[in-house]
């Protein structure tokens, strides 16, 4: 079974940039498509985006000007970053292995596997 | 306010039978995406419990099923257990907003 494991900075002050790495094991980087996912008070969880083994992606239309994802194939592990942040984005982040959902006409996702989540607080 | 409405909250007692709706629009659910249910206990992960509008996956007890019907689904839960008191979500795709969504949540009492 994979397993995933959430690291990165618990602090990030305004405006700066907030990176976690997702360390897989149980499995390949290279055998799913991997999602970040994050669980708000306000807004429950929330989806970020994903990203495949050979670099394509897809994010959530409402972070996407903020939000970058890549894979690092030689550590097994899978990173997300998320500029400007505001004290909206203190959430738990989740990494996610992501399956695709194939109905016709139609390419839906749902997520197996996850982290056990980290915190991320933006504050000064 | 999510786009998948669930209710914020159901009781049940032990051994009995609750379900769960969400409810989505001609944009997701009705559009023929998917519906996957989640369970969340406190300071965990969620943990896939229906996959495919009815799909368990290995380890879910049969206790567990998933239906879909136009524009909505559901979940259901029979012979309720004390361990079944958690958070529940349900999630799909939207073609007008290109993204995953999740319903806001139901939490689950077990009197």
């Known amino acids: 079974q994979v397993q995933l494991q959430e690291s990165g900075p618990g602090q990030v002050k305004p405006s700066e940039t907030l990176s976690l790495t997702c360390n897989v094991s149980g499995g390949s980087i290279s055998s799913y498509y991997w999602s970040w996912i994050r669980q708000t008070p306000g807004k429950g969880l929330e989806w970020i985006g994903y990203i495949y083994n050979s670099g394509t992606t897809k994010y959530n239309p409402s972070l996407k000007s903020r939000v970058s994802m890549s894979v690092d194939t030689s550590k097994n592990q899978f990173s997300l970053k998320l500029t400007s942040v505001t004290a909206a984005d203190t959430a738990v982040y989740y990494c996610?292995?992501?399956?695709?959902?194939?109905?016709?006409?139609?390419?839906?996702?749902?997520?197996?596997?996850w982290g056990q989540g980290t915190l991320v607080s933006v504050s000064s | 306010q999510s786009v998948l409405t669930q209710p914020p909250s159901v009781s049940g007692a032990p051994g009995q039978r609750v379900t769960i709706s969400c409810t989505g629009n001609n944009a997701n659910i009705g559009a023929g995406y998917d519906v996957h249910w989640y369970q969340k206990l406190p300071g965990t992960a969620p943990k896939l419990l229906i996959y495919g509008n009815n799909n368990r996956p290995s380890g879910v007890p049969d206790r567990f099923s998933g239906s879909k019907s136009g524009t909505s689904a559901s979940l259901a839960i029979t012979g309720l257990q004390a361990e079944d008191e958690a958070d529940y979500y349900c999630q799909s795709c939207d073609r007008s907003l290109s993204s995953s969504l999740f319903g806001g949540g139901t939490k689950l009492t077990v009197l």
């Open positions: 996610a292995t992501t399956a695709l959902s194939l109905v016709p006409g139609a390419v839906g996702y749902y997520f197996k596997y």
